[in-house]
């Protein structure tokens, strides 16, 4: 195991780095820390671990802008990390008045990795928050579902800037049916296609909610 890994070479940092992974994906955020912490003091231009802290810190309350300053860090190490340009971006898009930085980051992101499909998502949602850009944010969430047509999450947030412009609630509505398809228990998904559905004239149908 990960544990006994790190017993038998506590000197190795990817086994602290695989480690506060795990723990991470369990919910054990503080646990998840202390591991990435421990990978970089023991190789403190760790790029990966520099990520992963950051992803660990950016919801923990408070811990915003120490996550940022890891992405940074992570993109002083390695400048062409698309992964850290999209961690950032995330983490601005969370920061009041940065939305501009963040769709840069994104852009950055994918100008290095073109088929990076969380980077065409989080560029569409960023893109969406401006209302003359909504066209582009779609488009971004086009590029995200040709590379993966099963992303329940693409076909959501598709849905979502679709549900926004008049005349496109049966598009909006393919798109919340398409990602319940993919995930039937996506609450914000049953929630929107209702309320799309609830103002389509014909449609209040609970049968046509799937």
């Known amino acids: 195991t990960l544990f006994r890994s790190i017993r038998l070479n506590p000197d190795y940092p990817e086994a602290h780095n695989n480690l506060g992974s795990a723990l991470a994906k369990a919910g054990r955020a503080p646990e998840a820390i202390a591991q990435f912490e421990a990978a970089l003091w023991l190789e403190p231009e760790y790029t990966e671990a520099r990520i992963n802290l950051g992803s660990a810190l950016v919801n923990l309350p408070g811990r915003l802008a120490d996550a940022i300053a890891e992405y940074r860090a992570a993109l002083k190490i390695d400048p062409n990390s698309a992964e850290a340009h999209n961690a950032l971006g995330s983490a601005l898009a969370q920061t009041p008045d940065r939305l501009a930085d963040a769709i840069a980051e994104y852009e950055a992101a994918l100008r290095l990795k073109p088929d990076y499909g969380e980077a065409h ?90």
């Open 121 to 210: 998502q989080n560029l569409g949602s960023a893109l969406a928050e401006i209302p003359a850009r909504v066209p582009e944010a779609m488009s971004e969430y086009e590029a995200a579902l040709r590379i993966d047509p099963d992303s329940a999450e693409a076909h959501y947030n598709f849905g979502v800037a679709l549900s926004k412009i008049d005349g496109r609630g049966p598009e909006a509505i393919a798109q919340f049916q398409a990602a319940l398809r993919i995930n039937p228990d996506y609450a914000e998904a049953h929630s929107n296609l209702g309320v799309v559905l609830s103002n389509a004239p014909g449609r209040l149908d609970r049968k046509s909610v799937v």
